[in-house]
């Protein structure tokens, strides 16, 4: 037949609209801003991690008084967001300085499981396992636990 148009033989898959396609830089994304500290409230999580795990849709009762759609039902895409038990593995504190936050302390947990450990290596089987064993020294005898016990007061002010 007629030659046709490349247009109407081969059109582009995808719309423009959403170039550049780029994969994400990392898997766990950074919290660009925390809410505002309230001082009247408990010491609390102010975030929890999740994955997003993919998508899905589900059909669901559309409830929009006044709207043509009424109690009708509707089809709605759906993010999954895995949220994975979190564990805290030690605590930082912040003391507020001129010129913003300044961490005061980092203090680790008594007992880090070897998962933990593993994250902190990138290649385990070959390392010597020596990641915070001085940390874990610490809590043994008595002048690392006046240090940690110091520490935590100071944290607490």
Same mark, same amino acid.
């Given at each position: 037949?007629?030659?046709?148009? !490349?247009?109407?033989?081969? &059109? #582009?898959?995808?719309?423009?609209?959403?170039?550049?396609?780029? !994969?994400?830089?990392?898997? !766990?994304?950074?919290? /660009?801003?925390? &809410?505002?500290?309230?001082?009247?409230?408990?010491?609390?999580?102010?975030?929890?991690?999740?994955?997003?795990?993919?998508?899905?849709?589900?059909? #669901?009762?559309?409830?929009?008084?006044?709207?043509?759609?009424?109690?009708?039902? @509707?089809?709605?895409? @759906?993010?999954?967001?895995?949220?994975?038990?979190? @564990?805290?593995?030690?605590?930082?504190?912040?003391?507020?300085? &001129? #010129?913003?936050?300044?961490?005061?302390?980092?203090?680790?947990? =008594?007992?880090?499981? =070897?998962?933990?450990? #593993? !994250?902190?290596? /990138?290649?385990?089987?070959?390392?010597? %396992? %020596?990641?915070?064993?001085?940390?874990? $020294?610490?809590? $043994?005898?008595?002048?690392? /636990?006046?240090?940690? %016990?110091?520490?935590?007061?100071?944290? /607490?002010?």
């Amino acid at each position: 037949g007629k030659m046709s148009h !490349r247009k109407f033989s081969a &059109p #582009r898959h995808g719309s423009m609209a959403f170039y550049p396609k780029k !994969r994400c830089r990392r898997h !766990r994304p950074r919290v /660009k801003t925390f &809410p505002k500290d309230d001082k009247s409230k408990p010491v609390h999580l102010t975030a929890f991690l999740g994955y997003k795990a993919g998508m899905t849709h589900i059909v #669901r009762v559309a409830d929009k008084p006044g709207s043509k759609i009424n109690r009708k039902e @509707v089809l709605e895409a @759906v993010t999954i967001i895995e949220t994975p038990p979190m @564990v805290c593995v030690g605590v930082v504190g912040y003391i507020q300085t &001129p #010129r913003g936050l300044r961490v005061l302390k980092t203090i680790w947990a =008594e007992h880090l499981s =070897e998962e933990c450990k #593993r !994250r902190f290596y /990138k290649n385990w089987h070959k390392s010597k %396992k %020596k990641a915070f064993t001085n940390a874990a $020294q610490k809590w $043994q005898d008595s002048l690392g /636990k006046k240090m940690i %016990k110091r520490e935590i007061a100071k944290m /607490k002010k």
